[in-house]
């Protein structure tokens, strides 16, 4: 009973559950636009979890794929104690 407890929950037909969140929106703000942007966002989000995605790894896929393949090895902070410090309105201890 336990063991599956960390699995996501599935929904036979259209695979991950958060697909149905977006019908959050339609119970709380009934419109006809409300109700073309779930469809269209359910059937996105169908979609992408039938080309083998889901949502979290998508954004994490595009937010990839906006940085870049560069890193940087060192935080801000490391940068300021290498080149000495700034002007008193540049340091962020104040």
Known sequence: MWR???RPLQI??????????????????????????????????????YKGFTFSVLM???RGRVIGSTRLARSSIQYRRLY???SSAMRRDR
Do not use: H, Q
């Open 4 to 6: 599956d407890t960390a």
């Open 12 to 49: 036979r037909g259209l695979g991950d559950a958060k697909i149905l969140f977006p019908l959050v929106l339609l119970v709380f703000f009934p419109s006809w636009w409300t109700l073309g942007f779930c469809v269209a966002s359910i059937i996105t989000l169908m979609l992408i979890n």
């Open 84 to 86: 000495g410090k700034k």
């Open 60 to 62: 994490r896929w595009l």
